[in-house]
């Protein structure tokens, strides 16, 4: 049975004190539990010390934290973790978190599947479901950050980059953003939250007008003739729309936009593509991510050589434009872009719902 009392997670500073001023609650107590779910990452109201045993009882009586189930983790030999989260309706869901030197950067879904039906991903591939809400993508962040501070380290990035279109869903990914963004939060700076995009221009021009976030544009060809072949969605949003957009895009103390390039052998690899993309990002303040195309089950291409993406690259570079190659991070344990299902191990293998238990990180 659905639990009908309200969840206060994924609920703004500002949506709290307009919760709790109904209940004839002062403002502040807003920022105690914001602080408490966010950045003490609560989940339960027991542990809220810092406000009255009355309080307490009252909140459990009628509010909960949600927090889905991580019911499935792998660890990958790079580092990199996978969680697979079973939402409360049954849906499943992956976030990924990738440590580097100095960085640990989370990667969250937004919607269970996508609609966009990009041909070379494997999320697009299991179809749409439905979108997240904003408690469900923020308990990624929350579950990341409590795993992060139990080896004493802390979360520094967060990506919208996992499962789903988020610009398909922004009321949702704009309200997470606030917890991100709000120093009764996370408190993220704008250039730590990067949004990635299938080019959903009109969301991109509001989002971008709203929050100093960065942007991630995937453009995967020069030409809508072979883009709009592998995502379907430039036929709706072109690519000189997608580029107008980026152009437009306020940008901060010298940030750029990042132009995301999946790389398919035989085809959009050439030199020719390349100096074809380089004449259609000429005048825009952008660099380039390179990635080298990751293969799953629902895939038919395969990945570039290594000689081909340096040649890519070397064409970009040639033309005064920043570019960057992203590593493979994770693929041992389909972690890596692109790959994301939110299938579990059952689903993959026989096409079933997984076990519900709880499976602890493995080396592969």
């Avoid at 009252?58 to 990958?76: D, G, Q």
């Avoid at 009764?184 to 021009?205: C, Q, Y």
């Avoid at 995937?218 to 980026?246: F, T």
């Amino acid at each position: 049975m659905k639990d009908a009392r309200t969840d206060l997670k994924g609920m703004s500073l500002g949506e709290l004190e307009a919760f709790f001023r109904t209940r004839g609650k002062e403002r502040y107590r807003a920022r105690q539990v914001s602080r408490w779910i966010y950045q003490k990452v609560a989940e339960e109201f027991s542990a809220m010390t810092d406000l009255s045993r009355g309080f307490r009882e009252e909140l459990v009586a009628t509010c909960r934290i949600s927090s889905p189930a991580a019911e499935i983790m792998e660890l990958s030999r790079d580092g990199t973790e996978k969680f697979l989260f079973r939402l409360e309706d049954g849906e499943a869901v992956e976030s990924v978190l990738i440590p580097e030197e100095n960085r640990r950067t989370l990667c969250v879904s937004t919607q269970a599947g996508c609609a966009l039906s990009c041909v070379f991903c494997a999320t697009g591939a299991s179809g749409f479901r439905r979108n997240m809400t904003s408690a469900e993508i923020i308990h990624q962040v929350c579950f990341a950050a409590r795993r992060l501070a139990e080896r004493g380290e802390r979360l520094t990035n967060v990506v919208f980059m996992g499962m789903g279109e988020p610009l398909e869903n922004v009321p949702e990914v704009s309200r997470a953003i606030d917890i991100l963004l709000s120093p009764h939060g996370f408190r993220l700076a704008g250039k730590r939250v990067t949004v990635s995009t299938a080019g959903i221009v009109p969301a991109m021009r509001d989002l971008a007008d709203r929050y100093p976030v960065s942007f991630a544009v995937s453009l995967n060809a020069a030409s809508d003739e072979v883009r709009s072949r592998l995502m379907p969605v430039d036929r709706k949003y072109p690519l000189r729309e997608v580029v107008a957009a980026m152009r437009g895009i306020p940008l901060r103390s010298g940030r750029k936009v990042t132009a995301e390039y999946v790389l398919l052998s035989g085809v959009n690899d050439s030199p020719a593509d390349a100096r074809s993309l380089a004449h259609l990002l000429s005048g825009t303040r952008v660099k380039v991510n390179l990635i080298s195309f990751n293969p799953h089950p629902h895939g038919n291409f395969r990945s570039p050589s290594p000689a081909s993406l340096d040649r890519f690259r070397d064409v970009l570079m040639s033309a005064g434009i920043q570019t960057i190659t992203r590593e493979r991070r994770g693929a041992d344990i389909r972690a890596a872009c692109g790959q994301l299902t939110g299938a579990s191990k059952d689903q993959r293998g026989r096409g079933k719902t997984g076990s519900r238990g709880r499976e602890e990180p493995k080396n592969p």
